[in-house]
């Protein structure tokens, strides 16, 4: 069989992403002002794009949708009956409620900017900022500290060396960088980079330069004339301080428990990050994208957030004038394809709420004792779940649950926060993480001097309460809320009755 070249006509069947397929995923992640941005830019480059309202002046811009009647109304029913409108709130199911409902109107965007400032635990709505943290620092690190070695540096090569470490401090003052490349970076003496160390370790704040957490402690006791041998075992044994041995401690450090607690207030007393006290603080607020109300009827009004979601029209007026213009094939080949490409923008924006409501809609029916009762009412939930109730794929409920706030009566959620790991509970439904570790909190609290409560009597109770957890999944959940040991309780609790 001879072998040669020839040609073949062959019909196949791909799927392949159009960019503009591409750029409908792109816009259905992206948050409401990252939305803002792009259509800013797609009104500068396409003259036939522009703000307003609906394009069509009979179109309500709102429609109040009302639940099936005698049934539990689902996210696509909710969706048919808003008739294809894709900023309209969605009304889901009424039941009953146990608090006073309102008028049921809408929140200004003045109200949801308060709402973000909220904790995420469901902050007071009357509490006003704290302004002190949105300042940000006059002076940084670096500048605070190198002011300080033109008068404390021996001579100019100690200073050069000095500066160029505090180059090298990370933001919370230490120096991650050790001495020996130090020396070679620069090219000098090891001992003359530990001269330049000490110079920058003698500076304000103290304990910056230090190179571990018990160096920066051990500088500040040094500061304050209190490193004597026995603060000395101590400051070498933190990891048995955070391990809460306070008996091997105290042998350690030869000393009894009155100079023990002492010694402890004092360590306390201590900066661990000396260097965040000039760092610039965070000042971004979080602008909700979809908000959420409840209603006169009992159920809740969802609608997104078009105080920072501007609505594109197709200007038909500058079109027709500019087609009247238009009197060769590259004119309208241009003109056509800008018109086909603010069509498709339009449409793309208007799919993209009609996704995010929906998939809100079904986070809000799901979560519906959270937003009536609190975080202890939160259930577990995946995004698996959601998609099949709402008919679409995990990676598109994904996508749309991400950088996106939702904003109700109980602060600013990014709805991933509604999507939390369960355990196993005496109902069969299970209790959400974010639920049990609000139950350990609440615990914790109330709990006295004379009875501090371990994992093991956690667990126990938590078990009599229906929630089938062992010691250490207790002990991993107070952790993860920032709550220590008993035993480092009892001794904040012991510090505080001083």
């Known amino acids: 069989m001879a072998l040669g070249p020839r040609l073949d006509i062959r019909q196949t069947q791909s799927l392949v992403m159009t960019p503009q397929l591409q750029q409908a995923i792109k816009l259905l992640a992206a948050s409401n002002l990252e939305i803002e941005t792009f259509i800013s830019e797609a009104l500068e480059a396409n003259p036939l794009l522009d703000t307003g309202g609906p394009a069509d002046p009979g179109e309500p811009e709102r429609i109040e949708i009302a639940a099936p009647a005698g049934e539990d109304a689902t996210a696509d029913q909710l969706m048919l009956a808003g008739g294809g409108e894709g900023d309209a709130p969605l009304d889901l199911a009424a039941v009953d409620r146990d608090f006073d409902t309102g008028d049921g109107a809408?929140?200004?965007?003045?109200?949801?900017?308060?709402?973000?400032?909220?904790?995420?635990?469901?902050?007071?709505?009357g509490d006003t900022p704290d302004w002190e943290q949105l300042r940000a620092a006059e002076v940084t690190l670096t500048e605070h500290l190198e002011g300080q070695i033109g008068a404390l540096a021996s001579d100019p090569q100690t200073a050069f060396i000095a500066r160029h470490i505090i180059g090298l401090l990370d933001e919370a003052g230490y120096l991650t960088t050790s001495l020996e490349e130090v020396a070679d970076d620069l090219g000098v003496d090891f001992f003359d980079a530990k001269a330049a160390l000490r110079l920058v370790q003698s500076l304000d704040p103290s304990g910056v330069g230090a190179r571990n957490l018990a160096e920066c402690i051990a500088i500040q006791a040094?500061?304050?004339?209190?490193?004597?041998?026995?603060?000395?075992?101590?400051?070498d044994n933190l990891d048995l301080v955070a391990r809460g041995e306070v008996e091997r401690l105290k042998r350690l450090c030869r000393?009894?428990?009155?100079?023990?607690?002492?010694?402890?207030r004092e360590l306390r007393s201590y900066n661990p990050r000396p260097g965040l006290a000039f760092a610039p603080a965070e000042t971004g607020t979080v602008v909700p994208d979809i908000l959420l109300t409840a209603n006169a009827a009992g159920g809740w009004d969802i609608a997104i957030n078009e105080e920072t979601l501007p609505k594109l029209i197709v200007n038909r007026g500058y079109y027709l004038e500019l087609n009247r213009g238009a009197t060769n094939k590259e004119s309208q080949s241009w003109l056509k394809e800008k018109l086909a490409d603010a069509h498709w923008l339009i449409r793309a924006l208007d799919q993209r709420q009609?996704?995010?409501?929906?998939?809100?809609?079904?986070?809000?029916?799901?979560?519906?004792?959270f937003f009536r009762r609190g975080v202890a009412e939160l259930r577990p939930l995946t995004l698996r779940e959601v998609a099949e109730q709402i008919g679409m794929h995990e990676s598109t409920v994904s996508r749309v649950t991400s950088n996106k706030y939702l904003w109700c009566e109980r602060g600013t959620f990014e709805l991933k926060y509604f999507f939390t790991s369960g355990v196993a509970s005496a109902?069969?439904?299970?209790?959400?993480?974010?639920?049990?570790?609000?139950?350990?909190?609440?615990l914790?609290?109330?709990?006295?001097?004379?009875?501090?409560?371990?994992?093991?009597?956690l667990a126990e109770m938590l078990q009599k309460e229906g929630f089938d957890l062992a010691r250490r999944t207790v002990a991993k959940y107070r952790e993860a809320i920032g709550l220590g040991s008993s035993a480092s309780r009892y001794l904040a609790t012991v510090r505080r009755a001083r």
């Open 106 to 125: 809408g929140p200004s965007m003045r109200d949801a900017e308060w709402g973000a400032a909220a904790s995420g635990a469901g902050g007071d709505m």
């Open 427 to 442: 109902d069969g439904e299970g209790a959400s993480s974010a639920a049990i570790k609000a139950r350990i909190k609440a």
């Open 255 to 264: 000393v009894d428990d009155e100079d023990f607690a002492d010694m402890l």
């Open 354 to 369: 009609k996704t995010i409501l929906k998939t809100a809609a079904e986070i809000v029916k799901q979560q519906d004792g």
């Open 444 to 457: 914790i609290d109330a709990e006295t001097a004379k009875n501090i409560l371990s994992d093991q009597q």
């Open 222 to 235: 040094r500061e304050a004339d209190r490193y004597d041998p026995c603060m000395k075992a101590l400051i």
